[in-house]
């Protein structure tokens, strides 16, 4: 799982119990792994299909900065699944988890889906091509 993104937690993201509202937390989730999906098929044209299991650990408050990791789990023809983990970035606690994320290639003009051509093996090795540049980057051995 690869952690790439952190929000701040405001004011307005708080529930009647001043912590992180789990609606607030769904619409980052969704946003999140449509960012890592449209990064991993190289298009922006995808939709939500579906969302599985969400499972809510501990509260996220005013001020925290959670993290979101995500991960590739599978992918078909025209989708790809996504899990997505947001944590609290200090303490590393898992605030909560939502497993299988469904992203549908589409096409733009007929709303049909529409297959992206990628594979599992193909988006693992272009993951590991990018840490690769990465890590050089950060050692300036370009």
Known sequence: MRFLSRRLVMPNDLNYANSLFG?????????????????????????????GEISFESPALQGDIVEFGLETKAVGRTSITVSCLVRNKATKKTICFADDIVFVKVDPESRQ???HGKTIEGLKAQTDDEVR???MNIDGNI
């Not at 937390?25 to 939500?48: F, G, K």
């Open 113 to 115: 889906p529409t297959a």
């Open 23 to 51: 609606g607030r937390a769904l619409e980052w989730i969704d946003e999140e792994a449509a960012i890592w999906a449209i990064c991993q098929l190289e298009t922006n044209c995808l939709v939500t299909k579906h969302i």
């Open 133 to 135: 540049k990465l890590n």
